[in-house]
């Protein structure tokens, strides 16, 4: 079962964002010295059948925050040489922005900000930007150029990757099983402590990897260095909460925001979401022969749950040379994040199977081998107050209802003591358009958790996808409903091949 460990609470410190060096209606753009320019020739087209699915707002949430509202920054970005082994597409900028975004003559601190340009002479087109400490799109990576036509940009959030303040625990990799499982041996405990330890006497204090205002002040300061007039911003899951707070500080420069199961801090990720995700799965094996003939996998992972309500040390060794511990929170989080994952999600049937019979180094094994990110910042989710990341998260064991109630990790975050919290977004009302897809197996958001997160915004589309873990799985279609949108934000979106009901992750 492959589970990062920033899958689900770096995507809270990590925005996938659209640069629109272009304005939100097609047919025109802005370059870098902001003149307007060409639209740009290489957009792909959109799908030509048509289903728009669009909600009503739901009233606004009564949310009240601290927030950054920066002076002008006056960050410089300077060239930098690409790491070894970048494609030759890439180029490569160093980015000084203000330590203290109020104070934008102080102190500051450089950002690593990687961009791949449709056009390598000009901002004549939308961008995708990654910002975070844990890009879902891998900056060294030669991507099969999603969003056609699209600049990239990727940018490592201050005291990640290899911006200031980074740092980087490669031990851990030691104790992936462990930290899969939400159970630490003695060493992995004492690997965990010294690298948080390590990251609170670092040049970025602590406390910032995890403030969202402050990354919202850093973009604003990153779009101005490199001249881009606007963008748009594409914010996966936890993502949105950096995209709120970017309309709370930057809202001229955002032309519209799109993105797949929004969360924010204080929206929760409830039980009840994760255990629907888990039924339409569910059902769609019972209509797949092959699947089928596994049994009932709710009744079986009832079975497991409890058969794994006292901890149960399977033979399996961590590389660290610890054996693996499982209990019912293991498996609780595993399936809610292997259902967002299609390899995961494939494998799901079989392995609640194994758990319902026994087959414990099973999973084990497959805890072990799912690879997971090392560096400080990457702890930082796992034992936040605030609901955000996983079904339970924070809640008292038995709260919720239904088989993904109670997540309790009280013994795990023992060994992390005091971490910074995330803040809980601002409240915001906006014109700026908003596009969000739900694939039907992800429980980390619903549609009614869309409607409340952007209850502030006048132009909201949802659309369902139905029988799939990640809108990857139906590639084409995805990349070219998002890069139209984005190319014009204001246009009826076609979107019948996001909503086709053929099954995808178990057909």
């Known amino acids: 079962m492959r589970r990062r460990i920033n899958h689900r609470h770096l995507a809270a410190a990590a925005v996938l964002l659209a640069f629109a060096g272009c304005s939100s209606s097609a047919g025109s753009g802005t370059d ?86 449709a056009d390598p002479s000009t901002w004549t087109s939308p961008v995708i930007i990654m910002a975070g400490p844990a890009p879902f799109y891998d900056w060294t990576a030669p991507v099969s150029n999603p969003f056609v036509g699209h600049d ?13 303040g980074a740092t980087h625990c490669p031990d851990l990799q030691k104790y992936v099983g ?49 001249g881009i007039a606007k963008w748009g911003v594409f914010a996966r899951h936890g993502g949105v909460n950096i995209a709120l707070q970017m309309v709370n500080v930057d809202p001229d420069g955002i032309s519209a925001i799109g993105g797949r199961s929004p969360e924010v801090v204080g929206s929760f990720s409830l039980p009840e979401d994760v ?49 693996v511990v499982l209990d019912a929170t293991s498996l609780k989080y595993a399936i809610a994040t292997a259902l967002g994952t299609p390899a995961n999600a494939k494998i799901l049937p079989d392995l609640v199977v194994a758990t319902a019979t026994g087959g414990d180094d099973l999973v ?19 034992c936040q107050q605030q609901d955000y990341l996983g079904p339970g998260l924070g809640r008292k ?65 949802i659309v369902e996808a139905p029988g799939i873990s990640d809108p990857n799985e139906v590639n084409d279609c995805y990349q070219a409903v998002v890069t139209a949108y984005f190319f014009d934000p204001t246009a009826p979106l076609q979107t019948a091949c996001l909503t086709s009901p053929a099954v995808k992750t178990l057909g």
């Open 32 to 117: 870098a010295a902001g003149t307007r320019a060409a639209a740009p020739t290489t957009a792909a087209p959109a799908p030509t059948t048509s289903v728009a699915a669009t909600t009503t707002a739901a009233p606004a949430a009564d949310t009240t925050t601290t927030t950054i509202d920066p002076p002008e920054p006056t960050a410089v970005a300077t060239p930098a040489s690409c790491p070894a082994g970048a494609p030759a597409d890439r180029t490569c900028f160093s980015i000084a922005v203000a330590a203290d975004p109020a104070t934008p003559t102080g102190p500051t601190l450089d950002l690593a900000v990687t961009v791949r340009r």
């Open 152 to 164: 990239l940009v990727y940018v490592d959030s201050r005291g990640t990757g290899r911006s200031d």
């Open 178 to 226: 462990e930290i899969n499982a939400l159970h630490l041996g003695a060493a992995a405990e004492a690997a965990v402590a010294t690298c948080l330890d390590t990251a609170r006497s670092a040049a970025v204090p602590f406390a910032s990897l995890a403030d969202h205002a402050l990354v919202a002040a850093d973009l604003k300061a990153v779009r101005q260095a490199l």
């Open 275 to 323: 255990g629907a995700a888990f039924d339409r799965l569910v059902a769609d094996c019972s209509a797949i022969p092959a699947c089928a003939a596994k049994g009932d996998l709710r009744q079986q992972l009832a079975a497991g749950l409890e058969r794994l309500t006292t901890p149960v040390t399977t033979k399996v060794l961590d590389p660290g040379g610890d054996p």
């Open 364 to 382: 084990a094994g497959a805890f072990v081998a799912a690879p997971i990110a090392t560096d400080a910042v990457d702890l930082l989710g796992l």
């Open 397 to 461: 064991p038995g709260s919720g209802s239904g088989l993904f109630a109670g997540v309790d990790r009280a013994d795990f975050c023992a060994a992390l003591g005091a971490v910074p919290q995330y803040p809980a977004p601002p409240a915001v009302t906006s014109d700026i358009p908003v596009f969000e897809i739900l694939p039907s197996y992800d429980g980390r958001s619903s549609v009614e958790r869309a409607k409340t997160i952007f209850a502030g915004f006048s132009k909201v589309q």
